[in-house]
């Protein structure tokens, strides 16, 4: 199903053909002035492509941009949006083939990982260290770790993300229902069932069923690490039919057809966030960047929703992530492209999009958490937030040792094409197309394919 997502900045004006480009740029800082997210210098005038996913704190970014940044600096920014599984082939055709289509992309924690190592990207460190009013340090270390490569951050995080569990705390006091702290996953279905015999109008929990490596296996892929499963051994054993990783799928389909959401195979973070804000479903497992629109002036839930922490089996269903901004060699504009996004990852910019539009794309800086405005506003989930962040290391949130790292997706460049095959399996055994055990069978053929090209 294809989303549509609002853009509300200029869209770019034509699409530049595919086709590799020579010449290295090595996208040093220039030695005569040093960019900031206030000044405009030598970049005035300049235009910069800009591509990134269509989530709420991107959008608000189009709506502020012109008249506080392009005022500013004299830089135009157009931007194209797009929903997440589009965003990831638009993003990886560009900066794998070097078109140099876009100034500046949106990756997320798994591109960063793997991507430093193709030599696809502009080292920004040199940058964020040389730009005084960015204030690297403050950047969270889970962030700044997971975007860099010798200590090097090869992209500057816009928000960052752990993952808990949402639940309607009205409806819970109403039903006399209560959620545990630190809940496990059994915890949540015997949840889910007795909801299920209090109002038949409310989907018990909303789960990603949608097809992806980044949408519904970045739920199940957590789930399969806190059942004690994984994708592979350190050496390149699939382990996609081990008992931790069968029975965090055996788990996960008979949650979702027995209490998730309907048409559950193409709901996705977007479709679960509406689901959940329109007050249609008690309970949400995802990502903790989610409780900015829960609690914002549209939502119909703002102030009776509850936060836990994600949930566990064996191990809590661990996750990190951050929606980055990435700078591919290619381009042209490296200034402009530094000013945009030393702004739009700026305490400044936080700032302004808690004056504007009552909604911060958090997580990534430590400052954040003490502002009075902020802590008043996310008072209801700020501290668990900040508390999933930090206990999720993806260097060791795994139960079995792998050949990368990553809590909820695995960081080897074979991952993006095997887990969006592996979620097209999960996808058609919650819609009762083959079992969850011949979804393990199938997904371990599949990984095997992946363990012989080693």
Known sequence: MKRIIPVTALALAAAVALSACSGANTNTPSTGTTATSTSSGAAAGTEINVLMVGNPQMNDLTTLTEANFTAKT????????????????????????????????????YEASVWTANDWLTDLQPYATKDTTFDVGDILPAMSGILSKDGDMYAIPFYGESAFTMYRKDLFDQWGIT??????WQQIADIAAQIKTKDSTITPICLRGLPGWGENMAVLGSMISAFGGGFFTSDYKPLLTSDGTKAAVQFYVDL????????????????????????KAAMWFDATSA????????????????YADAPKDKLRSGWVWAWAWAVPKTTKHMDAAWQFVSWAS?????????????????????????????????????????????????????????????????????????????????SAAITGQETADQACEKSQALAQAVASAQ
């Not at 830089?75 to 140099?100: C, F, H, S, W």
């Not at 409780?291 to 509850?306: C, D, Q, R």
């Not at 700026?346 to 999009?353: D, G």
């Open 291 to 306: 409780a900015t629109t829960l609690e914002s002036s549209n939502s119909t839930v703002a102030g009776k929703v509850g």
């Open 346 to 426: 700026s305490k400044e910019y936080e700032q302004l999009a808690l004056d504007k539009v009552g909604r911060v794309p958090d997580g990534k800086r430590a400052s954040t958490f003490d502002l009075p405005k902020y802590k008043t506003a996310t008072a209801a989930y700020s501290d668990i937030m900040l508390a999933a962040i930090e206990a999720s290391d993806p260097n060791n949130c795994q139960a079995q040792a792998s050949p990368g790292p990553g809590c909820q997706y695995l960081g080897i460049p074979e991952f993006a094409d095997l887990g969006a095959k592996i979620g097209q399996e999960m």
């Open 179 to 184: 959620m545990p702290t630190n809940p496990t």
């Open 256 to 279: 979702v057809t027995k209490y998730g959401e309907a048409g559950a195979s193409q709901s996705g973070f977007t479709e679960c966030l509406n689901t959940f804000s329109q007050g």
């Open 74 to 109: 004299g830089i135009k920014v157009n931007y194209t949006v797009l929903p997440e599984n589009e965003l990831r082939d638009k993003v990886a055709q560009d900066v794998a083939t070097q078109a140099g289509q876009y100034d500046v992309a949106t990756i997320g924690a």
